[in-house]
């Protein structure tokens, strides 16, 4: 028999076995001997009250043996598979790959960008000369954005598909239980391009394959139909089905589109900055307490306010977290966030930004490109007053809101430098205006927030694609193109790695229907 409870425990006591069967025993009001062992299901923190605890609901077994739970999985042979052909080896890449194998397909992953060990290097030159590689950088390459962008699990989309199975298959490959467990599940940069190459090794080792540097730049369609692709040095790969799973950063994959008439659509999305503060200052708010205890992990805040009917909010927060270069192209300053598994750097940061909509910006309805344009020029701005090399503008926060430009920045964790600048010049006036306005708002909700200790970073550009790739609700497939899949984040359809990684899978369900 098996019975589910919740438990309210105390930090200190969380990792401590004997307690938290002693805390079931009691709840459960039975004889100790009878409960043969317990899991942990689910595993929150509760900041609301003066006391910090660990709410977690835990499955006791009473009277039976609990069974193991296996997590590998074994795949059918592909020999005289229908192959299916997936640009793009982002999170809907390669778990619509791994779908493949187990719907009897036959996946041919096609990826612009360098392994992860060979993406490392591309990095490296980004954080340290202000040099971006267009085709290896941190949004192209093996595992995509996701890789280097903390490895975030947390998502709503239980609707869209099963979110335990995709969390399940990231343990098959190396991640720990935990993610399983935890509210706010979290893998880590420094763990996560492990996990992804395992993922590809085993797709490769059951019959799938996975090309890198191989740039798509054409679709092959006759009467209407998807035949395969051509890549950038002349080869042609021939499939009746192809998921575009290419992220929100592969404009030259909407260019593309263009070229054949296809239809796109201008979408909304949201840009503002990068805001980092010291990590204490945002433990002891939301811990209400001088030091953290050391069972607790770095705390994350999750902020809204309105502001002239605009909605601020903060967007994908990272407690002891570093900020990256995320740009594409030589002329851009884009800013994203990322943590270590342990989450032990002495800063949180995290996206503040507001949502661009269709009616700010000129002929949005008529020019699917409108928002992308858009959204380079704030990225180019940004550029031009950071001075090059990819330096990023930046001002402390009262300055910000104050209108006064900062004698000098705090200690910040974004590797090519920062200077100041005031970022209502490279910002367009109607996202500066919200993000002032916010910004006192929020150290209202939160004690500390509002701080000149606190730097905001330009720009936060990239948090979704500008432009959606339509297509049919129930197929899946492009209006106009018999066989292609406009998937994932890069086509307007998830915003996180579990949501591309549902939405990978779902493209291969549709396909095998």
Not at 22 to 48: M, P, T
Not at 56 to 75: G, L, N
Not at 222 to 233: E, H, L, P, Q, Y
Not at 264 to 280: D, N, T, W
Request: proline share 5%.
């Amino acid at each position: 028999m098996q019975k589910e409870i919740e438990l309210a425990v105390l930090p200190e006591f969380i990792e401590d076995q004997e307690h938290i069967l002693q805390l079931g025993v009691k709840n459960l009001k039975i004889n100790e001997n009878r409960i043969k062992g317990f899991k942990i299901r689910k595993r929150s923190i509760d900041a609301r009250g003066k006391q910090v605890l660990y709410r977690i609901r835990a499955v006791f077994f009473i009277d039976d043996d609990p069974s193991p739970v296996i997590f590998s999985k074994s795949f059918k042979s592909l020999e005289n598979a229908q192959p299916v052909i997936i640009i793009g080896a982002g999170p809907a890449g390669l778990f619509a790959a791994y779908r493949c194998l187990e719907r009897g397909l036959k996946p041919i992953v096609i990826e612009r960008g360098k392994s992860v060990q060979e993406r490392r290097r591309d990095l490296a030159k980004i954080n340290r000369e202000g040099f971006v590689n267009p085709e290896s950088n941190y949004c192209f390459g093996e595992g995509g954005a996701g890789t280097y962008s903390d490895g975030k699990l947390y998502t709503r989309s239980d609707k869209r598909g099963n979110v335990q199975k995709v969390l399940e298959i990231f343990v098959e490959y190396g991640a720990t239980e935990d993610i399983l467990v935890d509210a706010r599940p979290h893998i880590g940069t420094n763990k996560l391009p492990h996990i992804i190459e395992d993922m590809r090794n085993s797709i490769v080792e059951h019959g799938g394959e996975v090309h890198f540097d191989t740039r798509v730049d054409d679709i092959l369609v006759s009467f209407g139909k998807v035949s395969g692709i051509k890549t950038a040095d002349g080869q042609i790969f021939n499939a009746s089905n192809v998921i575009v799973a290419t992220g929100h950063s592969a404009r030259d994959i909407f260019t593309l589109f263009k070229r054949n008439n296809w239809l796109l659509e201008a979408k909304p999305f949201a840009l503002g900055v990068r805001i980092e503060h010291p990590q204490e200052i945002i433990d002891q708010a939301q811990y209400h307490c001088a030091v953290r205890h050391d069972n607790l992990p770095p705390a994350y805040y999750n902020l809204v306010e309105q502001v002239d009917n605009r909605g601020v909010f903060s967007f994908c927060m990272c407690p002891g977290g570093i900020i990256a270069p995320c740009a594409t192209d030589q002329n851009e300053i884009v800013v994203n966030g990322w943590s270590p598994s342990k989450r032990n750097n002495p800063h949180a940061n995290s996206g503040t930004v507001i949502q661009i909509n269709l009616e700010d910006v000129p002929n949005s309805l008529t020019n699917p490109f409108a928002l992308l344009d858009f959204q380079r020029s704030v990225e180019q701005q940004a550029y031009e007053f950071g001075g090059g090399n990819l330096v990023a503008p930046a001002q402390r926060m009262v300055d910000f809101v104050n209108n006064t430009t900062s004698a000098t920045l705090p200690e910040n964790s974004y590797k090519p430098g920062t200077t100041s600048v005031e970022l209502k010049d490279v910002l367009p006036d109607f996202v500066y205006q919200a993000l002032k306005g916010a910004l006192p708002l929020f150290g209202k909700k939160m004690t500390g927030y509002y701080t000149n200790e606190a730097i905001l970073v330009g720009v936060e550009s990239r948090t979704s694609s500008p432009i959606r790739i339509p297509r049919n609700k129930e197929t899946f497939q492009h209006p106009q193109v018999e066989g292609l899949f406009p998937c994932g984040e890069g086509a307007g359809y998830a915003g996180g790695i579990v949501s591309a990684a549902i939405d990978g899978m779902n493209c291969v369900d549709a396909i095998k229907a």
